[in-house]
């Protein structure tokens, strides 16, 4: 299974609450991941600032482990509105969604709760950590 995971579920598994969920999604042998450039961006500056050499590492191997990532680009930012114009997604959510289903992804595994807009979204399977199974 082509898993997107959004980087909220990235932060959960490094110091969150519901980590063990996250890590479950994290390391099921059944998922091949893709990720996007916006990910990295939402996730390494303010370690590699901080030189939080741990934390850096933990992403870095999820990174590394990704079988593709979506460059930002203007494909990228045109599919993104067009996600958000027709379901009311928050501008960086349609981003990552749109990032998923430009790499074949067949599911998007957030750490938001469910019934925000992204679970409306056709065409890929959204889920959330905090409902059981992932």
């Known amino acids: ?20 969920a996250a ?3 994290m390391e099921d042998p059944q998922r091949q991941f893709c990720t996007s450039q916006l990910v990295k961006l939402e996730l390494l500056p303010k370690p ?4 939080q ?14 079988k593709s990532e ?12 067009e996600l958000a114009r027709q ?4 501008a960086v959510d349609a981003l990552h969604l749109a990032a998923a289903i ?3 992804a067949d599911e998007f595994v957030t750490a938001e709760k469910p019934g925000k807009a992204m679970f ?5 399977t959204v889920k959330s950590i905090h409902t059981q199974p992932v």
């Open 87 to 90: 379901y009311g997604l928050a």
């Open 102 to 104: 430009r790499q074949g």
């Open 23 to 25: 890590l479950a999604v």
């Open 70 to 81: 979506e460059p930002l680009s203007r494909e990228l930012g045109q599919a993104a509105e």
């Open 1 to 20: 299974m082509r898993t997107f995971l959004d980087p909220g579920v990235l932060l959960t598994a490094w110091r969150g609450r519901d980590a063990e």
């Open 48 to 51: 590699v600032f901080f030189k």
């Open 53 to 66: 050499e741990a934390e850096i590492e933990f992403y870095q191997t999820h990174f590394r482990m990704a």
């Open 120 to 124: 409306r979204v056709p065409g890929i």
